[in-house]
């Protein structure tokens, strides 16, 4: 998969001879709606590519209140190679950047590449103060020629599957429920989370990383290395946005160190201490 940034993408295009299909969106999860629009877009005969933000636009505009990233960047990239697309371009959110109408960064997007098919949610919304919809695009693109395909969203409990009732379901510490959404249960990426080992547990400040946490308990989870496939079952303490992993084996050594953790239920909610039930790998 190739990965441009915007600034590249709108000054030398994507400097491919077929048509493209693309979508666009923040992609904040990767959730089963996603995995639809994503499955729309690799089904074409077209080179499948996504316009995404290299970082989520609400951790720009309000620091102080966004709750994490449900995806690192780099689980995002991995999830959309999966999936099949080819092209990913990141725009930079800048102040600039903002500024752009719903018209003219369609616009851009079509001048930079052999654009023949946008894919989007039928709720999308784009542009400066987000002054462009979805169903204003399909009647831009049809007068220039372009094919769009606007997706319903997916149901889940009789309401839309959505970044923000994962959220919701994350910070309730209902794992379930999150899992049900994403269509996977949730991960937490610790590559570059900082951390403090204090005897047999290693404390990482995942909320500091802007990773998104579970609300404070105790959870059942499993843990993945550099190498690991399976994962290592333990438990895990997460107090305010820190989250306490048990000193863990490999081989008879100590030191695995994790790369991520997958949440697979609560065991119970609260505040507890910083230590877990150990587990080997």
């Known amino acids: 998969m190739r990965v441009l940034d915007w600034e590249d993408f709108v000054a030398r295009g994507a400097e491919e001879n077929r048509g493209v299909a693309a979508g666009i969106g923040v992609f904040d999860g990767v959730h089963r709606g996603h995995q639809e629009l994503l499955k729309r877009i690799g089904g074409s005969s077209l080179l499948p590519a996504v316009i995404t933000f290299a970082q989520n636009p609400k951790r720009i505009l309000n620091p102080r209140s966004y709750g994490g990233d449900i995806m690192s960047p780099g689980q995002k990239l991995r999830a959309f190679e999966e999936r099949g697309i ?42 400066h103060r987000l002054d462009t919809g ?80 579970p609300r404070d308990g105790l959870y059942k989870a499993r843990l993945y290395g550099a190498d690991s496939v399976r994962g290592a079952e333990t438990r895990v303490s997460v107090i305010n946005g820190k989250i306490a992993v048990p000193e863990m084996e490999r081989g008879g050594e100590k030191g695995f160190e994790p790369e991520k953790i997958e949440f697979l239920e609560q065991v119970h909610s609260g505040t507890p201490c910083f230590g877990t039930t150990q587990s080997t790998q």
């Open 86 to 127: 080819a092209l990913t371009v990141l725009i930079d959110f800048s102040e600039n950047f903002s500024k752009l109408t719903g018209r003219e960064f369609i616009g851009l997007l079509k001048k930079s590449c052999r654009l023949e098919l946008l894919v989007l949610g039928e709720n999308f919304r784009c542009g």
């Open 134 to 213: 979805a169903r204003e695009i399909r009647a831009m693109a049809a007068s220039w020629g372009l094919g769009t395909e606007l997706l319903e969203p997916v149901m889940d409990g009789g309401l839309p599957v959505s970044s923000s009732r994962i959220r919701e379901a994350v910070s309730a510490g209902n794992m379930e429920l999150a899992a049900s959404l994403l269509g996977r249960n949730m991960e937490t990426d610790l590559s570059g989370v900082p951390f403090l080992d204090r005897g047999e547990s290693r404390v990482y400040d995942a909320a500091a990383a802007f990773r998104l946490v």
